[in-house]
């Protein structure tokens, strides 16, 4: 009876620590993969955006320059071999608001009220 329950456990046990990966625990292997493709993303987007190497790493300091350089060269390449012309980001539109407008220079005196006084 003990050996049967024993044997019952450790198949539990086994069973158990087999299913960590549907847990999400992520080993080192995996956690280096993701960096290194979510790099080459990064790099590959900012060749595609026309954006050079030198911006896309100043813009994304945290991604491995290596990962990004690798995708940045893989997309020029693609981009080359298949005519493919770059789509530039578009700027952001710059917010109207009072606070923003610059100031005259004549310390915000209107040229028609300096002509009357």
């Keep these: ?22 847990l999400g625990v992520e080993s080192a292997s995996q956690v280096a993969a993701k960096k290194e493709a979510e790099g080459k993303a990064i790099g590959s987007a900012c060749r595609h955006a026309v954006r050079s190497i030198e911006d ?3 813009g994304y300091p945290r991604a491995g320059k290596a990962a990004v350089f ?38 915000g005196k209107t040229a028609s009220a300096s002509r009357t006084s």
């Design 1 to 22: 009876m003990r050996h049967t329950a024993l044997t019952a456990c450790l198949l539990g046990t086994a069973s158990l620590l087999a299913g960590c990966d549907a």
């Design 56 to 58: 896309c790493f100043g």
């Design 70 to 107: 690798a995708g940045w060269k893989e997309m020029d390449e693609y981009m080359r071999e298949n005519a493919i012309v770059g789509m530039p980001a578009e700027p952001a539109p710059a917010e109207d608001t009072p606070a923003a407008s610059p100031k005259a220079p004549d310390g």
